[in-house]
Every structure is written in C-alpha cells, then in structure tokens.
C-alpha cells in the first residue's frame, strides 16, 4: 500500500467506495465520475503505478476480474458492448498512479466518441519501419508476415 495513493486508501477501507467485486486480489468499485451508466473500476488491492510496474499475477488477476464483471455489466444493464481502458502515465490521460482498469459499458445511444477515428490508413513505409523497430527491441527479426 502507499500512504498518499487514493486507491490504495480505497482498498484498505479509509476511503468510501460502492464496491461491486472484491476478492484476496482485486477490489472492483464505481467510479465517482462515470462516462456511462455502470461505469466502474477494477484495480489490484497491491500497489502498482501503472502497467508497466504492476507484476503479471497481478495483471492476470486483474484482467479477469474485469472480464467477468464486463460482461455481467453487459448483461444486467442492457449494454450494447463494454470498453476496458487503461491509462499508463499522464501523457495517456493517468490521473491517478494505481494501476487500474476501467470497465465502461457501452449504450447505442451514448455520446461517447473515441479519441480517434480509423480513416484510410497511415504511412505504410512509416508503420513498418517502426513495426521493425518494435520487434527488434523485443528481440523478434521480423515484424512482417
């Protein structure tokens, strides 16, 4: 736990939630500022800043948590289909640095927009070159099939 992180205050109970899940490794509550109706969190009861320190237990723990709570949100709330988001550092939209997933359903007739939007495609010298890039870096010779 860390004393100055708002999940982790959460977690241990000092901190009011609505809790939906909750077992010896992931807690699940709503988030106060939902973008739909069900919008909720899920985040691992150990702290971690983000994606790219949470341990894979934990990571795994916490993508099944979210996976079935997605898709009893789906069907006790009529949704249309499920969002899982996850913001790694404050340049990707992290507000706060506790790991978590949000689970956002999704209705036919909510506003939400995506914050891009697939067009044509991009620069198709410039995606494999850094598709190479990529593969190199995690030691795969070829990005191409």
């Known amino acids: 736990m860390s004393e100055s992180c708002l999940f982790c205050a959460i977690v241990a ?24 109706t069900g919008h909720l969190l899920v985040v691992p009861k ?27 949100a789906k069907a006790e709330l009529g949704a249309d289909g499920v969002n899982l988001l996850n913001c ?17 359903p999704r209705y036919a007739s909510d506003t939400l927009t995506p914050p891009w939007l697939p067009d044509q495609g991009g620069d198709a010298d410039a ?13 795969w010779s070829s990005s191409e099939r």
């Open 127 to 139: 995606i494999r070159a850094t598709g190479a890039r990529l593969a190199a870096a995690v030691g």
């Open 13 to 36: 109970g000092d901190v009011p939630s609505a809790r939906v899940a909750e077992d010896e490794t992931t807690y699940a509550f709503m988030d106060i500022n939902p973008a739909t």
């Open 46 to 72: 150990r702290h971690s800043t983000d994606l790219l320190e949470i341990g894979p237990d934990d990571l795994t723990a916490v993508t099944l948590a979210a996976q079935r709570i997605a898709g009893v």
């Open 88 to 104: 790694c550092g404050a340049a990707a939209w992290q507000t706060v640095f506790h790991f978590h997933l949000h689970v956002i």
